[in-house]
C-alpha cells in the first residue's frame, strides 16, 4: 500500500495528483474540512494508568477547564464530560461555559461553532483534529459558492432563496450563510428554521443534509417530494434543469451521513417480524424512506428523552450512532433496546476521540501547552456568527 510521504500536498490541485494515500494523523489534507495532523506523545492505548491520568489532570485544572462531550462520543470519554448534549445543545453549553479552556469531545465543526460562540480568549480543544466529519466534507465552500452562481443564473439566489445550513459544515460555509441572509439549523430546529427561512424568501437551499432537509421539508412543512430538488455538486448545474432549479421549493444539497444512511426500510421491516410491538424510533438523517417506515423521529436529544420517558417494558429499535444506542441500553434496562441496523455502526471520526488523545490534551493543558486548538479567523467567524445567532434567536430555541 502507498504511504503518505513527508512531502505534504498544500493545496487541493497537489492533493488531487498526489499518488499516496493520506494517514491519518500525518499530514494536513486540504480537501477536508478539519486538519489530521496531531503533533506530539498520545499516550499508548494499552496504558493501564489513562483513567487515573485523565483523572489527575482534570483534577488539577479545575475550573480552567471544560469538557463537553457530544453524545455519540465513546464510555469512557464520556464519563469525563462536564456537560452532554446533541450539537444544539453542545453550542449552547459551549456558549454559556465561561471556561478558559473547552476541550471539545466530539467532531471539529462543533469544535468551530464553540470557538465562535465563545469569547476571543476561550481557547477550544479537538483531543483529536482528524475528528471530522464525512457529511460536512460533501460541502466545500467553492462549490458552495458555484450553486448559489448556478442559482442566480437560474433566476433564483439573492432576493428569492434563503439558505439554510445545517450545523454539520464548516465555519465557511456558516459564514456564506451568514453573508447571503441565511441561518444555521440542527436536527432539532429545522423545522422552526425552515418556516422561517420562507417567511423570508421563496426557496431554502438546505445544506449539507439532504435527507434532514426532505424529511424535514416532507414530513413536518407539508411539501411534496416533487417540490424538492437535488443538487449534485460534482455535476454542471448541479445537474438539474435552470427552470426546475428556479421553480423547486427547496433545494437539496447531496450529502448525506455516512453512519444514518447505512439504514434501510428492510431494517425496519425485520426488526418488526422479530420483536413484536416494537417501536422503530430514528434521527432523521436516516433516508425518506426510513422515516416513513419507523414509528419516530427526532434528534439524538429527542431519541434520549422518549427512551427516558418510556414506561418500563417498551422495546424500542433505534436508528441513530452505535455509541448511543449501546449506552441507552446500558442505561435502561427496564427497556428492551435494540439497534435497528444489522451491521456495527458507529461513527469513526466521533470515534477518533479516544481515552488517549483526551489524556494528551488534558495532560498538555495542565502543563500550561495547548494541543490542537481550533480557531476560526475573525472575518469567518463574524459572518458565521450571525448564521448562529439568527438560529438561537428561532422562536423556542
Ligand atoms: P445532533 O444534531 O442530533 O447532535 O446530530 C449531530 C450529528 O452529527 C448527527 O450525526
Ligand atoms: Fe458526521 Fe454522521 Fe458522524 Fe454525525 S454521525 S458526525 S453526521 S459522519
Sequence with gaps: MPQATAA???????AAASPTLLLLGRRADPAVERGVIC??????????DLVERARAAR??????VFILGHH??????????DARGDSFKLARDAAASGAPHIVFCGVHFMAETADILTAPTTTVILPDLAAGCSMADMAEIAQVEAAWADLSDAGAGPGHTVPLTYMNSSAAIKAFTGRAGGAVCTSSNAERALRWAFDRGEQVLFLPDQHLGRNTAVRRLGLSLDDCVVYDPHQPGGGVEPARLRAAKVVLWKGHCSVHGTFVP???ALVRAKVPGVK?????????EVVEAADLVGSTEFIINTVRAAPPGTAWA????????????????EQTITYL?????????????????????????????????????????????????????????
Excluded at 503533533?39 to 493501564?48: L, S, Y
Excluded at 483534577?59 to 480552567?64: I, Q, S, V, Y
Excluded at 455519540?72 to 464530560?81: G, L, N, P, S
Excluded at 448511543?324 to 442505561?331: F, H, N, S, T, Y
Design 72 to 81: 455519540y462520543q465513546r464510555d469512557d470519554v464520556i464519563a469525563f464530560a
Design 341 to 397: 441496523n444489522d451491521k456495527v455502526c458507529f461513527c469513526s471520526t466521533m470515534n477518533r476521540i479516544d481515552l488517549p488523545h483526551l489524556v494528551w490534551a488534558l495532560e498538555s493543558l495542565a502543563a500550561g501547552r495547548v494541543v490542537n486548538p481550533v480557531r476560526v479567523d475573525p472575518d469567518t467567524a463574524g459572518w458565521a456568527r450571525v448564521a448562529l445567532d439568527r438560529m438561537l434567536a428561532l422562536p423556542g430555541a
Design 59 to 64: 483534577a488539577a485544572l479545575g475550573d480552567a
Design 8 to 14: 505534504a500536498a498544500t493545496t487541493l490541485a497537489e
Design 39 to 48: 503533533p506530539g506523545a498520545v499516550p499508548d492505548p494499552a496504558d493501564p
Design 318 to 333: 433505534i436508528g441513530t450512532e452505535l455509541n448511543l444506542v449501546g449506552r441507552l441500553a446500558q442505561e435502561h434496562p
Design 280 to 288: 422503530v424510533l430514528v434521527h432523521p438523517e436516516v433516508r425518506y
Design 266 to 268: 428492510a431494517h425496519v
